[in-house]
Each structure stands twice: as C-alpha cells, then as structure tokens.
C-alpha cells in the first residue's frame, strides 16, 4: 500500500473514485473540489494510472477525513495490517485533534488512535440522511405556514455579524465539545467561512433573526445541510423545517442531492427529517481528541 500525493495526473481518477462514495464523505469531497493540499490517495501501485488502483482517499492533518470503502467489508488481516502500516508512516497522531468519517470507518482509525495510547475525549454517534434523485419528488413542505411578520431571507452578500450571536448560541449547544473553551475570535471566523463560501438562510420574526440554516460542505453531486438552529424562545414554529425545505429547493435546484446528518439522540429533530422526505443511509462519528 501507498500514500500518494494527488497532481494533476491523478486528480480526475481521484475524483471520479470519490464521486462513487461522496454521500459517505461529503466533507472530503468539498475539500478536494477546492484543494489537496493535505489530501492523499491510498493506493495498492505506487503509480497510478487508473481509479481502480485507488483504496481510499484521507486528508490527514489536525482533523482526519477519509474515504477508505473497503474497511466497510470483512478484510482479511494481511489487508488490514497493510493499510495501518501505510497511514502510520503518514499521521502524526499527536496532532489529532477529531476523527470524521462514516462508523465502520471511523471505528478503524479509533482504533489506530488507540494502539498510539490516543483515547477521544468525546464520541459523537450521528445518523446520514439524504434524499437522492429518485426520491426528490417526496420533499415536503411544512405543515404550518410562516406567520405574517415571519420571512426567510437569503443572507449571502449581507453582514456575518447579523447572525452572530445565533451562530454562537448554534455552536456551543451542538457543535462545542463538553469542557473545551473556545473565545470569541473562533465564532468569527466560523461565521465569516460559512459566508464566504457556503449558501446560508435565516428567519427574521419582528426585525429579528431568530433561526438558520445553511449548507456546510459541496460535493461534486452532493450538498450537506447544516448549522440548523432556532433560538430557544421560537421553537415549535416549524421554523428548522421551512429552512432545510428552502435549501433543499436550490440545491435539487442546481442538480444535486441534499444530505445531512443528525444525532442520533435527537429523535425529534430525525423524526422531522424523515418526515420531510429524507431516508437514512448510514451511520457517522465524530470524534474529539
């Protein structure tokens, strides 16, 4: 086995591999349509010449991303000792800080993690959800329409600060780690990145925005939803779900498949989802180191 760099003789066969697996890996996929810096190629022939020499594609560094399909199967022990001893020559796993990936996936780098004394902090289990082209027809609107004072509105090409502090209520309450301090310099630039390349929708009720939504990675064929969050005092106003239904509008829109992940404990928010027309397709971690 070997880790590759990825140049321009290679990129389209990584892509086209990546292609195959992106609703397992969408955050990856975004960043190899837009980088590879940091991003490798596993693969079983020092030169690559065609996709099918490909195992996996990782982009390693202080967050771990990776598409390795074939740890999803029963590999025999030679196949998997040869895949461990490749990555090890490549992460510094004293620089991890968070593990992402499909579970099965995942579960084999946790355990690389933890063959190098690294236990996670935190272990997030989430549900993948989608809806793919054949069940696009089955997206459904809310069952309740917005009050007359309530508007969504699209904030690309407006200020971040207008829904700072929402953001930051978001992160803290989902994203956050338990026990980990974070200042104010990491919610800005947090806001500032989802509106410099993400598309991003809030509900302004009374003059004031009290829920948002926006889209967080683009894959080649896929798009993943995320940053879902209404303020405490506004819920049970269907809000969340005129926001995802907006965006799942432009993204079938512009051809592509709505995705997104949900945790697993949060029924209420899975059960929404499934309602509006999502079906789940996988499991996902994150974990925090």
């Known amino acids: 086995m070997f880790l590759i760099s990825i140049t321009t003789e290679n990129k389209e066969y990584t892509v086209n591999f990546i292609k195959k697996y992106e609703k397992l890996c969408i955050e990856l996929s975004s960043k190899l349509r837009k980088s590879s810096n940091d991003i490798f190629i596993l693969s079983i022939d020092?030169?690559?010449?065609?996709?099918?020499?490909?195992?996996?594609?990782?982009?390693i560094g202080k967050s771990?991303?990776?598409?390795?399909?074939?740890?999803?199967?029963?590999l025999d022990k030679n196949k998997t000792e040869e895949i461990k001893v490749a990555?090890?020559?490549?992460?510094?796993?004293?620089?991890?800080?968070?593990?992402t990936g499909e579970k099965k996936m995942s579960q084999f780098f946790l355990d690389l993690?933890?063959?190098?004394?690294?236990?996670?902090?935190q272990v997030n289990n989430y549900s993948m959800l989608g809806i793919f082209d054949e069940n696009k027809n089955l997206l459904a609107q809310a069952p309740e329409?917005?009050?007359?004072?309530?508007?969504?509105?699209?904030?690309?090409?407006?200020?971040?600060?207008e829904i700072y502090q929402l953001h930051k209520e978001y992160l803290i309450e989902e994203v956050i780690p338990r026990g980990k301090q974070v200042n104010d310099n990491f919610f800005q630039f947090s806001i500032n990145d989802i509106?410099?390349?993400?598309?991003?929708y809030a509900i302004s009720s009374n003059d004031e925005y009290v829920a948002k939504a926006n889209t967080n990675a683009i894959g080649f064929n896929d798009i993943q939803i995320g940053g879902v969050y209404t303020s405490p005092l506004y819920r049970r106003n269907y809000y969340a779900w005129h926001l995802v239904f907006r965006l799942c509008q432009?993204?079938?829109?512009?051809?592509?498949?709505?995705?997104?992940?949900?945790?697993?404990?949060?029924?209420?928010?899975?059960?929404?989802?499934?309602?509006m027309g999502f079906s789940e397709y996988g499991k996902l971690i994150i974990a925090y180191y």
């Open 46 to 59: 020092e030169q690559i010449v065609c996709e099918n020499q490909i195992i996996g594609v990782l982009q």
């Open 64 to 74: 771990l991303h990776f598409c390795i399909p074939c740890l999803l199967e029963n």
């Open 87 to 99: 990555l090890i020559t490549k992460i510094d796993f004293s620089k991890v800080k968070c593990i």
């Open 113 to 121: 993690m933890a063959a190098h004394e690294k236990n996670p902090n």
């Open 145 to 161: 329409k917005l009050a007359n004072d309530d508007e969504i509105i699209c904030l690309n090409g407006r200020n971040p600060d």
């Open 195 to 200: 509106f410099k390349t993400q598309l991003v």
């Open 250 to 275: 432009k993204i079938i829109k512009n051809h592509k498949n709505p995705c997104l992940f949900v945790n697993e404990k949060n029924l209420s928010a899975k059960n929404l989802y499934k309602k």
